[in-house]
Every structure is written in structure tokens, then in C-alpha cells.
């Protein structure tokens, strides 16, 4: 097969590990690999297993680097790895010269002054391709002057801006507005859908790393008042330990709280045991403190779960497909959620089949993506 075209995706501020595979930075270009795309995955650390034959993998750093993916504490610190990109990935780019080239997440002052010259040498040599900028952006945090100034900039960069929420596109929108900027959410891996039934275990089931921003406490606390009302009911919460004191100081307040029995700490679970819970929990639960665009979230409609979840990562979108939507850190809020749900099947029911209409499978994503680059 003669591949005509050719995709640079490029993540500047990630670490690619195997989860990612389902995530965005590998389900994208897994899509355009299969649309006949020459496909390569541009990243500093790869820290993957999984290498398909489609796909190249092109790491930036040296092996030395791969600690910082396991070290919360450095892995914010991200200009320090955009400034060590900097000699490697004008120079690759310029050799391959793709079609598209998609840009991961945020972009630095250093990384988007790299594809600023990238941009302007391309352009002088006649060849026009297409740059596409992928936020992920939290929509309801503070942005100064920093950011507002490289937003400006990034729309004289990219042909493209993609947010994933009605609430980021208002957030940029406000500080600019241009017609560049497109809403495209991020999707799940297809599957048989089995929508709640009386099969399901007493379960809800969280999911996300052990963090605080991930609001595991307010989880605990609002299950706490609901399991005094329903005692026959579990907590799950599946996830890598992120924050060990703040892991340390959830499993302290399970046992001063009489829930050691009841609440259950999974760990990091493989896809298998993921899909498992999924299928017999029950209720899905995330009070995020703050968020871009969670996954968790979709992967739990997609399972048929009636979901609560916090307003972070504009959550109130998913109002209108019936997820319970609660403000952020309201205890009272997310118990009066829960007990709804717990207390009426006919009502998860209903919520899991509306779910399904507001929520696109990873190719349904790759489609949006590929219309907007290079058919609008």
C-alpha cells in the first residue's frame, strides 16, 4: 500500500505510556493511520510496550528522562522538556513535512515560537500543510495575561483550534474570537453496549487517579451519608495512587468513618478489569475539583452507567442527556445524586439510555477532525 499522506502528532508536554493507546493521543492517529495516512506519534518519553505496525513512535528525549513519568512532582514543570525539545523537533518536522501535523494539549511560549518558525519556513518553501491545535483546557480556570497573549499568538500559528467543551470555546472565544476555533470532545473505544439492569452489583464506581484535583474525598464523604440510608451498598474507586499522603489520609477517613468494609481502593486495573467493573457497578461517580475533558466520564456512558458528576470540565453539557450534574465540592449535592439513584432502578435505567445520544466513538472523533482540517 502506497501511502499518499502523512500525519505528525505531536504531544510536546507528554509522556506516552500504554493507557494512552485508548486515550486521544493514540486513538487519533490510529485513525488516520487507517485512513492511509503515513502516521507518526511525536512525543519527548515513550514509556509504552504496545508498538503498532502502522505507527511510528518517535521519541524526543533520552531513557535517562523516563522517571519524570512517574514523578508528579516534575511532570508539571513541562518548559524545562519543551526547551530540551527544542533543537529536535524544528529539524524532524522540516524532514518529514506532513500533511497534518496535530499539536497535543497546550503549547508553551518555547514550543509555539518553535512551531511559529516551523509555520514561517514552511510556508516560504511553498509548502502548504495544514496545523491543527488540540486544547485540553480546563474551562473554569483562571487565565492571565500569559495565556490570553499565547492564544492570540496560537491563532495566527494554527489553521485550527480544537477545544472539547461548549465552555472552553466560550472561555477562548472571549479572549478572541475567530472562526478557527471548533468544538470536538473526545470519545470511547466501540463496544456492546448493555444498558443498566437488575444484573448490575450495588456499586458505583469511580475512576481516576489518586489526586486531589480527582475529589476522592467529597466522593467518600457524600457516599458516607448515603450508605447510613442504604447500607447494602459498595464504593469503588479504581485508579494509580498519584498523591500517596493524600491516598493516606482518604484511607483514614474510610476508617473513621466506620466504611472499611464498604469502600474499596482498586489500584491501577488493567483494561480487562476496567471493562469489568464497569459492566456490574451500578452508578458512576467523578467530583472533580477541576478537569479538561475527562475520559472516565465517557467510558462510563459508554458502559451504560448513569453517571454524577461534578460542574468541572463543563460537566452541566451532559444535563441534557440526563447525567446528574453537581456543583463542585457540594457534599449535600452529590448525596441527594446519589440517593436518587440508588433508589430508583427505572430512573438509572432511563439516564443510561439517554447518555448514549451525547457521547462519539474515537472514530466519529478522527471523522470531525479530518472534516475540519481539510474539508471546511
Same mark, same amino acid.
Given at each position: 500500500?502506497?501511502l499518499?499522506?502523512?500525519?505528525?502528532?505531536?504531544w510536546?508536554?507528554?509522556c506516552?505510556e500504554?493507557?494512552?493507546?485508548?486515550?486521544?493521543p493514540?486513538?487519533?492517529?490510529?485513525?488516520?493511520?487507517r485512513?492511509?495516512?503515513?502516521?507518526?506519534i511525536?512525543?519527548p518519553?515513550?514509556?509504552t510496550?504496545?508498538?503498532?505496525?502502522n505507527i511510528?513512535?518517535?521519541?524526543?528525549?533520552?531513557?535517562t528522562?523516563?522517571?519524570?513519568?512517574?514523578?508528579?512532582?516534575?511532570?508539571f514543570?513541562?518548559?524545562?522538556?519543551?526547551l530540551?525539545?527544542f533543537?529536535?523537533v524544528?529539524?524532524?518536522?522540516?524532514?518529514?513535512?506532513p500533511? %497534518?501535523l496535530?499539536?497535543?494539549?497546550?503549547?508553551?511560549?518555547?514550543?509555539?515560537?518553535? %512551531?511559529?518558525?516551523?509555520r514561517?519556513?514552511?510556508?516560504?518553501?511553498g509548502?502548504?500543510?495544514?496545523?491543527v491545535?488540540?486544547y485540553d483546557?480546563?474551562?473554569?480556570?483562571?487565565?492571565?495575561?500569559?495565556?490570553?497573549?499565547?492564544h492570540?499568538?496560537a491563532?495566527?500559528?494554527?489553521?485550527?483550534v480544537?477545544?472539547?467543551?461548549?465552555?472552553?470555546?466560550?472561555?477562548?472565544?472571549?479572549?478572541?474570537?475567530?472562526?478557527?476555533?471548533?468544538?470536538?470532545p473526545?470519545?470511547?473505544?466501540?463496544?456492546?453496549?448493555?444498558?443498566?439492569?437488575d444484573?448490575?452489583?450495588?456499586?458505583? %464506581?469511580s475512576?481516576?487517579?489518586?489526586?486531589?484535583?480527582k475529589?476522592?474525598?467529597?466522593l467518600?464523604?457524600?457516599f458516607?451519608k448515603?450508605?447510613?440510608?442504604?447500607p447494602?451498598?459498595?464504593?469503588?474507586?479504581?485508579?494509580?495512587i498519584?498523591d500517596k499522603?493524600y491516598?493516606?489520609e482518604?484511607r483514614?477517613?474510610?476508617?473513621?468513618?466506620g466504611?472499611?468494609?464498604?469502600v474499596?481502593?482498586?489500584g491501577?486495573?488493567?483494561?480487562?478489569?476496567?471493562?469489568?467493573e464497569?459492566?456490574?457497578?451500578?452508578i458512576f461517580c467523578?467530583?472533580?475539583r477541576?478537569?479538561?475533558?475527562?475520559?472516565a466520564r465517557?467510558?462510563?456512558?459508554?458502559?451504560? %452507567?448513569?453517571t454524577?458528576?461534578?460542574?468541572?470540565?463543563?460537566?452541566?453539557e451532559?444535563?441534557?442527556?440526563g447525567t446528574?450534574?453537581?456543583?463542585?465540592?457540594?457534599i449535600d449535592?452529590?448525596t441527594?445524586a446519589m440517593?436518587?439513584?440508588?433508589?430508583?432502578?427505572a430512573?438509572?435505567?432511563?439516564?443510561?439510555?439517554?447518555?448514549?445520544?451525547?457521547i462519539?466513538?474515537?472514530?466519529?472523533?478522527?471523522k470531525?477532525?479530518y472534516?475540519i482540517?481539510?474539508?471546511?
Amino acid at each position: 500500500m502506497i501511502l499518499t499522506k502523512s500525519l505528525v502528532f505531536f504531544w510536546p508536554d507528554g509522556c506516552f505510556e500504554d493507557v494512552h493507546w485508548k486515550k486521544d493521543p493514540g486513538q487519533i492517529p490510529l485513525y488516520f493511520s487507517r485512513r492511509e495516512f503515513q502516521t507518526t506519534i511525536m512525543i519527548p518519553i515513550k514509556n509504552t510496550t504496545i508498538a503498532p505496525e502502522n505507527i511510528k513512535v518517535h521519541e524526543l528525549l533520552k531513557k535517562t528522562f523516563k522517571p519524570i513519568c512517574q514523578n508528579p512532582e516534575f511532570r508539571f514543570k513541562w518548559e524545562i522538556i519543551s526547551l530540551l525539545n527544542f533543537p529536535k523537533v524544528l529539524p524532524y518536522l522540516i524532514r518529514k513535512k506532513p500533511d %497534518l501535523l496535530i499539536v497535543e494539549h497546550r503549547t508553551g511560549p518555547i514550543t509555539l515560537f518553535t %512551531l511559529l518558525l516551523y509555520r514561517l519556513m514552511t510556508s516560504k518553501k511553498g509548502k502548504i500543510n495544514r496545523m491543527v491545535l488540540k486544547y485540553d483546557l480546563d474551562p473554569h480556570e483562571k487565565v492571565g495575561t500569559l495565556f490570553r497573549l499565547l492564544h492570540r499568538l496560537a491563532l495566527v500559528v494554527f489553521d485550527i483550534v480544537i477545544v472539547e467543551s461548549k465552555c472552553a470555546y466560550d472561555l477562548l472565544w472571549n479572549i478572541k474570537q475567530s472562526s478557527k476555533i471548533k468544538i470536538v470532545p473526545n470519545g470511547y473505544l466501540p463496544h456492546e453496549v448493555v444498558i443498566n439492569d437488575d444484573d448490575r452489583e450495588k456499586v458505583i %464506581l469511580s475512576v481516576g487517579r489518586i489526586a486531589k484535583q480527582k475529589g476522592h474525598d467529597i466522593l467518600i464523604q457524600s457516599f458516607a451519608k448515603a450508605h447510613s440510608l442504604h447500607p447494602d451498598w459498595f464504593l469503588k474507586i479504581a485508579g494509580p495512587i498519584e498523591d500517596k499522603q493524600y491516598y493516606d489520609e482518604l484511607r483514614d477517613m474510610v476508617k473513621n468513618l466506620g466504611l472499611t468494609e464498604y469502600v474499596r481502593f482498586l489500584g491501577s486495573v488493567s483494561e480487562r478489569e476496567l471493562e469489568c467493573e464497569y459492566k456490574s457497578a451500578s452508578i458512576f461517580c467523578l467530583l472533580s475539583r477541576y478537569e479538561g475533558f475527562n475520559i472516565a466520564r465517557v467510558e462510563a456512558m459508554s458502559y451504560g %452507567l448513569p453517571t454524577i458528576i461534578s460542574s468541572a470540565g463543563c460537566g452541566v453539557e451532559y444535563e441534557k442527556y440526563g447525567t446528574i450534574v453537581v456543583p463542585i465540592e457540594d457534599i449535600d449535592k452529590s448525596t441527594e445524586a446519589m440517593l436518587r439513584l440508588m433508589e430508583d432502578s427505572a430512573l438509572r435505567k432511563k439516564i443510561s439510555r439517554q447518555q448514549l445520544g451525547g457521547i462519539l466513538s474515537w472514530d466519529e472523533v478522527g471523522k470531525e477532525i479530518y472534516k475540519i482540517a481539510f474539508l471546511n
